[in-house]
Every structure is written in structure tokens, then in C-alpha cells.
């Protein structure tokens, strides 16, 4: 594959079915999705104040709330956030705002959000981390992967693409889970990480960079690319 075509394989289209977020509207507006991360907490204020009463809640200021949405008493949220229709917020997780979780989406014990957007059906149901990052449809995290979001010497992030590296101006910046994508259980998805849709990584990999459409990242180095027909 050509640098050229990894570009390519990492802009919003190749990776994101925009019609399974209520985000759709902002990240129409990117070409590379880790470009709508700085707009999320205004985006959610705009539409919130739009949103029919007769389906959300507000539960707090900046804070929207599907009626049909299962929402734990022990959960702490802070706004901005929307939170879809059927989606199910278990014990004691932690939002700290800017954050927008999707339809049917589930939201597990102590995983705590910020700054991100979960597509409908997305699951993190067990002590998972997403901070800056965003979800595709019905992406998975095992129980204990973390997205980290900030490099240790607090540089840039940059993603890291064959033998070339591409800047994206930003100090926080998690990552990006293509529609469909499975991230095994222990799992560190390091700064910067693109994860391709219809992908699978293995439990307690260390990943960075960009791992392609279909492929099974076993460890750096391993990837093998398979069809959804092995998958299933």
C-alpha cells in the first residue's frame, strides 16, 4: 500500500458510517476524524438546545439525557453531553464532559469518558478508558484496554503510518476505532492510534499507529488482514 492510499484509509469516510451518530453533522465536516475532537463540547450545546423535549431529559447543565436511556444513580456526569436513545450507563461510571454516547450504546462499571464520541451500539463495559477519542459502530472494548490519550514527554501527537508520520496538531489525542472493531481485553491503544474497521486486537497488545481495514493485530509487526468471512 502506498503512504498515499494510508492517508486515505484513515479519513473519516474510509473508516466511520456517519449515519449510526447523532454526530453526523460534525464530522461531515472533517476529513480526518480526530479533527472534530476540539468542536465536540460546542457541537453537543448547539443540537441540545434543539433536541425535543418529549425525548431527553435535562439532567443537569449541558447534560442530555434520552428518556428511553438506562441511567445508573451512582453515575457522575458532567457537561457537555448527550446521551442516546436505548443506551445503558452502569454503576459508577464517570462522564467529565464534552461527550456524546449513541444509541444502544453501553457504558460498563467505572469506565470513565471524556472528550469522545461513542457511535450507537458501542460498548465499554468494563474499566475502560476513552479520553479523546472516537468510537465507530458497534466497536468493542475487552474489559481493562485503555485508549491513552497523552504522550509522556507531552509532544504532539502524531500518527504513525508505515515509515512516515503524520502531525495532527494536537497534545491529547487517543484514538480512532473503525466501525465493527473488536479491542481485546488489557489492551493499550497508544496516542495516535487509527484502528481500520472490521478489526481485531489481541488481548494485552501494546498498539500504535495505523492498523488496517480487516486485520488481526496479534502483536507489532503481526497484522494479518483477513475477509469478514473469516471474521465471522
Known sequence: MRETERIRAIETNQLLNLRHTIAAHLLEETTYPYEALSKIGDYIRNIGANLSESRFEVRGKDVWVSVSAIVDESVSI????????????RHCAFIRGNVIVGK?????????LKNCILFDSVQVPHYNYVGDSILGFKAHMGAGSILSNVKSDR??????????????????????????????????????????????????????????????????????????????
Open 104 to 112: 444502544n450504546a453501553v457504558v460498563g462499571n467505572s469506565t470513565e
Open 78 to 89: 458532567t457537561g457537555p453531553c448527550i446521551i442516546d436513545a436505548g443506551a445503558e450507563i
Open 155 to 232: 509532544t504532539l501527537i502524531e500518527i504513525i503510518y508505515g515509515k512516515q508520520r503524520k502531525r495532527t496538531g494536537l497534545k491529547k489525542f487517543g484514538a480512532v476505532i473503525g466501525d465493527n472493531s473488536e479491542i481485546g481485553c488489557g489492551c493499550v491503544l497508544n496516542p495516535g492510534t487509527i484502528v481500520g474497521r472490521d478489526s481485531i486486537i489481541y488481548p494485552l497488545s501494546s498498539v500504535r499507529g495505523y492498523v488496517p481495514n480487516q486485520s488481526i493485530y496479534k502483536s507489532h509487526g503481526q497484522v494479518e488482514i483477513i475477509s469478514k468471512a473469516e471474521k465471522l
